[in-house]
């Protein structure tokens, strides 16, 4: 319990600072944009190129890990849009609803939170996910509602020409591409970039959840609350649980990668939702608030569910 406690107070208690520092203008909030620009094109690159040019190959396939995860998040897309179309719960189009109970805070959480409990090991796994989960779900999402009447349904190489743009400008993407092309040639890393390289991926973690907590601090809790119990629900209770059974019963993924799988299907909403709600003007409520409560109440959910890993339960 102790080790877990250590992982997570001081992850969390970043994010808190942020929140407190952009509540009380001490640093504007404006800057939680900024401070993710610097740790999803400079930080979190070069500690993911660091590792897979050094990581042994036989550890880099990435299809029972994907099968997992966006299995789960499949399920849990059809079950969200299912709700969504037969009751009032969420009020939101079913494609908003589905964004808000599916797309993780992978990122600004996710990948911290791994790395502060798991070390360095984790950052393949979670960067093979985060690699193609934004660009993979938005799709999804888009598709889902041009195609329910909310305008009109893009050409199948439009989907392709737009999912291959995203890829190719996505620096989690290059580095990973970079990584293993440098792995290849078996030259190693010089001890000069490879000090630059663990440098600038240190100061990842804690600029991510200080970001994180000065964005939280726009979202807003003001009504839907039975939407926004709903989504936690979906989000923070049942995809971790499919995610699980396929990964062990379906798949027979990895244990330490079942356990990292399981650990990102668990994070809060994250704000892609909201930007994807906030777009077609549907669901920014529920959305908005499962992602400030969610996110809080991640801190009680992780605990228990890194307690569980570390007993040997999961």
């Not at 509540?23 to 909030?29: D, H, L, P």
């Not at 789960?72 to 494609?95: E, F, K, N």
């Not at 996910?129 to 999402?141: D, G, K, R």
Request: with cysteine.
């Amino acid at each position: 319990m102790s080790s877990v406690l250590t992982t997570i107070l001081p992850v969390f208690g970043l994010i808190a600072l942020g929140f407190l520092c952009a509540r009380t203008q001490f640093i504007g909030s404006a800057a939680g944009q900024g401070l993710s620009q610097v740790v999803f094109n400079l930080a979190m690159p070069a500690l993911l190129f660091r590792t897979v040019a050094v990581i042994d190959q036989q550890s880099l396939s990435p299809w029972p890990l994907w099968a997992a995860l966006f299995g789960g998040i499949a399920v849990v897309w059809i079950a969200t849009t299912l709700i969504a179309h037969t009751t009032s719960l969420i009020a939101a189009v079913p494609a908003s609803a589905a964004m808000g109970a599916s797309f993780g805070n992978l990122a600004m959480l996710g990948l911290p939170l791994a790395l502060a409990h798991f070390g360095d090991r984790a950052a393949l796994p979670v960067g093979l996910i985060l690699s193609i989960h934004a660009p993979i779900l938005w799709l999804a999402a888009v598709l889902h509602i041009e195609s329910s009447g909310r305008g009109q349904l893009p050409s199948v190489m439009a989907v392709i020409r737009q999912l291959v743009n995203q890829l190719i400008r996505n620096p989690i993407v290059l580095a990973l591409l970079l990584g293993t092309l440098w792995r290849v040639t078996g030259l190693g890393l010089h001890p000069v970039p490879d000090r630059f390289l663990e440098m600038l991926g240190e100061a990842g973690v804690p600029t991510a959840l200080v970001a994180l907590g000065l964005t939280l601090a726009g979202y807003s809790l003001k009504g839907q609350w039975r939407g926004i119990i709903t989504l936690l629900v979906l989000k923070l209770l049942c995809l971790p649980v499919v995610v699980f059974l396929i990964a062990r019963y379906v798949v027979a993924l990895d244990p330490f990668w079942t356990q990292i799988a399981l650990m990102l299907a668990a994070m809060p909403t994250g704000a892609n939702a909201y930007l994807f709600a906030q777009r077609y003007d549907s669901g920014t409520a529920p959305v908005s608030g499962a992602i400030a409560v969610g996110t809080a109440l991640s801190l009680l959910t992780l605990s228990a569910l890194f307690v569980l890993m570390d007993a040997g339960i999961i």
